[in-house]
Each structure stands twice: as C-alpha cells, then as structure tokens.
C-alpha cells in the first residue's frame, strides 16, 4: 500500500469518540463569554465570530473534542454542523489531543524541492514516530503540513502553531528537540506573520546567520 494512504495528509477526525471533558468542566467563564459576545458584535451575522471562538476553546480545553466544539457553536449561537465544519476544514485546530509541542513540517512545493521530506523523515526516525503521531512520553506530534507562507526559506516547520524554524538542516532539527525537551525556543526560531511582525516593529528573524543555507539554497535527497 502506497506510503500516503497508509499516512495520509489530513486524517479524518473520529465523528463520534467518547466524551472527554464532562458537562462541569464545559463552561465558559464570565470573561471569555464577554470576549464572544464582542466578537459577535463585529460581524453582521453570529457565525463570523467562529474562528475566534474556536480558537479561544482550543487554548482553554488544549483541542477540540465535538462537546467542545458543541459549546462553542452555542455559545455564538449557531448550528453544530457549522462550527464542526471550520474545525475540521483547518489542520491549526486540533480535533484530539496533541504532544505539548506540535512540529508541522512542511511539504509542500517549494520545501518538497528543497528536502522538505527529508527532513520529515529524519524527524520522524529521530523521535521514533510516524507523521500523526504523538511520542510516548507526550512531548511531540508530527504533523505534515501544507504550504505556511514561508517558501522563500524553504525548508521549514512550524511550533504549535507558532514560531517558524526557516531553512532546516538535520544539526537544527537536533537543536530545536533538544531545547524543546529542556523547556526553551532556542534562537533561531523567528515569527514571519505580518500581526507579529508589526506587533513587534519587524521582522524577528533571528537564524539568518545560523545557517548557509541562507546563502546555499538546499536540494531534496529524494529529487537528487
Ligand atoms: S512550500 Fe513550504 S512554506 Fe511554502
């Protein structure tokens, strides 16, 4: 059977798993219930504020179980349906629980090109997992990812939904586990989204000189 579908790209999320958390712990305090209420008021129908919904749920219950997403959906008031269709459309919401730091590689076009498998791979072989996976002590999930916006350095990954790691080589893989697995975001890692970028007063890439593939553009293993 071909690698992609015993793996595939995006994994259906089980419609109908046990419950996780229990009907005590479904609730929205006070705060966040005014943060949905304000959301709603900057959009001309309810179910624009979903996004933010959704997100606000998933940084409280860590992921988006369906009674989670239930509480979500009537929090804003809108059908279920509707909301479970943005949180499975998006792989940055997580539809079960994941490893305290999500690795998205990506390997699309450009990071494909430049060894964007490679590198998912070595990963994978490194923590012993498979893309999808969790590793047993709970510190990581491998993700594959498609195109992150980044592919002028290619190739790359990004943490929990978070910072980039740009121009990937083995020796930096080995580098961000081993300061993840200490607690830290070692320097390299840089934010390339324009909020942050402005938030910050530019861009903070730090790595451009801990790395010559700045200057040495890498090639894929596979395409060699
Ligand atoms: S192809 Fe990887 S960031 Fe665009």
Redesign the pocket.
């Known amino acids: 059977m071909a690698d992609f579908i015993k793996h595939p790209v995006v994994e259906l999320p089980d419609r109908k798993p046990e419950p996780v958390f229990g009907p005590d712990e479904l609730v929205f305090s006070e705060d966040e219930k005014a943060q949905v209420k304000t959301w709603i008021s900057r959009y001309p129908t309810a179910d624009g504020a979903i996004m933010r919904g959704l997100w606000l749920a998933q940084e409280k219950f860590g992921f988006l179980p369906p009674e989670v997403i239930q509480l979500v959906a009537d929090e804003i008031g809108i059908p279920y349906a509707n909301a479970y269709g943005v949180a499975t459309f998006y792989t940055q919401y997580f539809k079960e629980k994941k490893g305290t730091y999500v690795l998205d590689v ?7 090109l430049c060894g ?1 498998f490679d590198m998912l791979h070595y990963l994978e072989e490194k923590l012993g997992v498979h893309k999808g996976e969790t590793t047993p002590d709970g510190d990581f999930t491998i993700q594959e ?12 990954l990004q943490i929990t939904n978070g910072p980039f790691v740009h121009n990937l080589t083995e020796e930096k893989i080995d580098a961000l586990v081993d300061a993840l697995r200490e607690g830290q975001m070692p320097a390299f890692t840089s934010v390339t989204l324009p909020q942050d970028e402005d938030e910050l007063g530019g861009n903070r890439r730090t790595d451009v000189s801990a790395t010559d593939t700045y200057s040495v553009r890498p090639v894929s293993e596979t395409v060699r």
Do not use: Y
Request: hydrophobic share 30%.
């Open positions: 990506c390997t699309c076009f450009s990071c494909q964007g990812a498609e195109c992150l916006g980044a592919c002028g350095s290619a190739p790359m």
